[in-house]
């Protein structure tokens, strides 16, 4: 093996054209919501091809917010599944709905499908989704169900009433730039939230957007003025707005939540968007590189790019058949002692004390389990160079000889 690496796993890709323009925002005086942050709203929403967006400090707070918009809280249900980081389950916990968890399929690591649809019932209310990986969903297989079920439906507000049907709210915080069938994730479900935190494909250091598309009957420009009152105390002006020439006074219209993006993060937002196509291409490669090397020793990938199907390729994610959980972390041991830094995801959320204490048990989510006990994620970052991602693979080339793989 070639000299010793030292290969992080997910370092964000920041160059001098973003400081600049952080350093500009900073410059401009007017660091909090601001231009920046309502230019990042429309350049997101134009490439996203979506109806609106509206950037918030995390893609939990996006994601709790679209709860929030319908109306979504206790006695009713929300489908989530077991296989996925807690954000995508917690925000069903904040607004007081019941969490309805479910199993992955054997051989796939998204949601069975079919047990959603026999989990549907008249409280739920919505079905979070995730694109794992940046990869999408199956979306069309989400609205026939969504479709199917609409007669045990039973609306609570107007945008329920609007939607006639169980809400899809993806959680589509890996997936910016990804697409099913040619369309746009962002575009799809009737809510998504992404993520820009600093492991991201695209990065605001902390922060996220939700995304919606148009529902028939419902004013997207009324539904974006309420997410600025969710976000910002339920403060009738922003900051912006009171700086106005006598234009102090405002109202407090409910008492909610403080989650806004600052300036400094859209500025940063701003430059990591134009350099966006180019980072998704260098991923790509990075992962076709990847498979070539592991899929002849039998590694199963996380499947990107398919006919139905371009990822945005943010994760590596793969399974080593034959491994248990032990061998599996002796693995990740081996490659972080030869200087690469791999990682997990996910383990299960009923593995998790939080989930535990909610009444869920992994006994209860058998193919979870099965795709965590040999799953391991190699680093896969816009940073990395053909030297390093050539090291990547004959670290774990070596390991899983040494393992017997």
Same mark, same amino acid.
């Given at each position: ?158 945008? $329920? ?64 003025? =309420? ?63 990847? @498979? ?17 199907? $371009? ?22 041991? =081996? ?21 535990? @204490? ?48």
């Amino acid at each position: 093996m070639t000299v010793k690496m030292n290969i992080p796993f997910s370092p964000p890709d920041i160059t001098e054209a973003e400081i600049v323009e952080v350093a500009e925002a900073l410059r401009s005086g007017w660091i909090t919501t601001g231009p920046r942050t309502k230019k990042l709203e429309a350049r997101l929403a134009d490439y996203l091809k979506a109806e609106r967006v509206c950037c918030l400090n995390s893609q939990t707070a996006c994601a709790e917010m679209a709860l929030r918009l319908l109306n979504v809280g206790p006695g009713d249900e929300v489908i989530v599944p077991a296989y996925t980081y807690t954000a995508s389950a917690s925000v069903v916990c904040h607004v007081g709905a019941k969490l309805v968890l479910i199993d992955c399929q054997p051989n796939s690591f998204e949601m069975d499908y079919d047990a959603v649809e026999a989990a549907v019932n008249e409280n739920t209310k919505a079905i979070i989704p995730v694109d794992l990986g940046g990869v999408p969903c199956n979306y069309d297989r989400i609205f026939e169900i969504v479709k199917s079920k609409r007669n045990l439906f039973k609306p609570n507000g107007e945008i $329920q009433e609007a939607l006639g049907r169980i809400a899809v709210c993806a959680d589509t915080a890996h997936a910016l730039g990804a697409t099913w069938h040619g369309k746009m994730v962002g575009s799809i479900a009737d809510f998504s939230s992404f993520s820009f935190h600093a492991v991201k494909n695209l990065t605001t250091a902390e922060g996220g957007c939700l995304a919606w598309r148009a529902i028939s009957g419902i004013d997207s420009e009324a539904m974006y003025k =309420k997410l600025q009152l969710l976000s910002l105390h339920g403060q009738s002006k922003d900051a912006l707005a009171k700086t106005k020439l006598g234009a102090w006074e405002y109202d407090i219209i409910g008492p909610w939540y403080k989650c806004n993006m600052t300036d400094m993060q859209a500025a940063l937002g701003l430059v990591q968007l134009d350099r966006y196509e180019g980072m998704l291409a260098r991923r790509k490669e990075i992962i076709e590189r990847y @498979n070539s090397a592991v899929t002849p020793l039998g590694i199963e990938p996380l499947n990107h790019f398919t006919g139905e199907r $371009q990822s945005s390729g943010h994760l590596y994610i793969c399974r080593i058949p034959g491994f248990d959980l032990e061998k599996r972390n002796e693995i990740i041991i =081996k490659m972080a002692e030869l200087g690469v830094a791999t990682n997990v995801h996910y383990k299960p959320l009923p593995m998790h004390t939080a989930y535990k @204490n909610l009444g869920f048990d992994i006994s209860d989510f058998p193919n979870a389990y099965k795709h965590f006990e040999n799953e391991i994620t190699l680093p896969l970052h816009t940073r990395l160079t053909d030297d390093e991602v050539n090291y990547v693979i004959d670290c774990f080339k070596a390991c899983l000889l040494e393992l017997g793989a």
